[in-house]
């Protein structure tokens, strides 16, 4: 906790994960933490910063997110999975980050949080009280824990000092004269411009005229329902997965296979989810080794919840 000399507070979280091994760098983890606010009708903000794939720059990357959710912090803790189907994203951002590292083994993962939030009293929090939090990593590839439920004091040693007491603010250094703009230079143009009317229209290139016939053959698959994996006693009880693939070859010789798949789930998908589909294909030596094709909907960099498509090798034999 920290309170500047202009009397704003502000609360900064450090938080560091150690691995037994080291985090890998196509696996999607993170570490997050969530804290409780409006005492009447209790409701709970969370800060994540997660590690996943980013359409943006095609490779995974560090993707920081706020949310909030009509749930207390107990509601939270109880079952994270279902109250993370709950989170909505914030409009504005009241943790900001400071530090986010993935070194090896550990993760270093940091954020900062004015008490004080602009036009929004029931997000503002008081210097001197005490709030409930709780903290959590999550790795893809396996472990994941939620912590208990521990109190945060907002305690800066600020809120003991007398109110009276005028504080001035440090200036440091002589105060910056605002620069002088520069006028701008009109640009200097050689020669005389040439009149639309005998300006001359550019030559059309040569195109080679190419018979449109294209061979194809479209098969269907029903690969996930009730008689197969999500039956009445699994975890994607109502859900299916079917859909249709199609090799086409063009009159140039150019072939290409597309594949069309369909989820169709007992309840609409949420937007504020991380949901996706996928499908792998054996290639190689023996059947040794398999591709892999993932489209995902998740937190995006700049952009919020949107959809992202990656391709995966990996040197293992689809069983």
């Given amino acids: 906790m920290t309170t500047l000399p202009t009397g704003e507070s502000r609360i900064e979280l450090m938080a560091k994960v150690k691995g037994a091994k080291e985090f890998k760098k196509n696996s999607i983890f993170g570490v997050g933490w969530a804290l409780e606010y409006d005492e009447k009708a209790p409701k709970t903000e969370a800060y994540f910063a997660m590690w996943s794939w980013q359409q943006a720059v095609m490779r995974n990357d560090w993707v920081n997110m706020n949310v909030s959710a009509n749930l207390s912090l107990d509601e939270v803790k109880k079952d994270p999975r279902a109250a993370q189907l709950q989170m909505v994203p914030e409009k504005t951002m009241p943790w900001n980050p400071t530090v986010t590292k993935h070194l090896g083994k550990e993760l270093h993962v940091g954020a900062v949080r004015n008490l004080t939030q602009e036009g929004r009293p029931d997000r503002s929090f008081k210097l001197g009280e005490t709030k409930r939090w709780a903290i959590t990593f999550f790795d893809m590839a396996g472990p994941a824990a939620f912590s208990d439920i521990m109190p945060l004091p907002l305690s800066s040693g600020f809120e003991n000092v007398d109110k009276k007491e005028k504080v001035k603010p440090i200036i440091f250094g002589k105060p910056i004269k605002p620069k002088e703009k520069k006028k701008e230079k009109k640009p200097i143009i050689f020669g005389k411009p040439i009149p639309k009317d005998k300006v001359k229209p550019a030559k059309k290139a040569d195109q080679k005229v190419i018979r ?46 597309d594949v069309d798949a369909t989820v169709t789930a007992p309840k609409p ?51």
């Avoid at 053959?217 to 859900?239: H, L, M, Q, W």
């Avoid at 030596?285 to 990996?314: C, D, H, I, P």
């Fill in 212 to 257: 449109k016939t294209t061979y194809s053959a479209t098969r269907e698959f029903d690969a996930i329902n009730a008689s197969n994996k999500c039956g009445p006693k699994s975890v994607c009880k109502g859900y299916s997965l079917k859909g249709k693939y199609t090799s086409r070859t063009t009159a140039t010789g150019q072939s290409v296979l």
């Fill in 269 to 319: 998908f949420r937007k504020t989810s991380n949901v996706g589909v996928g499908w792998g294909f054996s290639w190689g030596a023996q059947q040794s080794s398999t591709e892999v094709y993932m489209a995902l909907w998740s937190f995006q960099a700049r952009k919020g919840y949107a959809w992202s498509g990656m391709s995966l090798n990996a040197p293992l034999s689809i069983e």
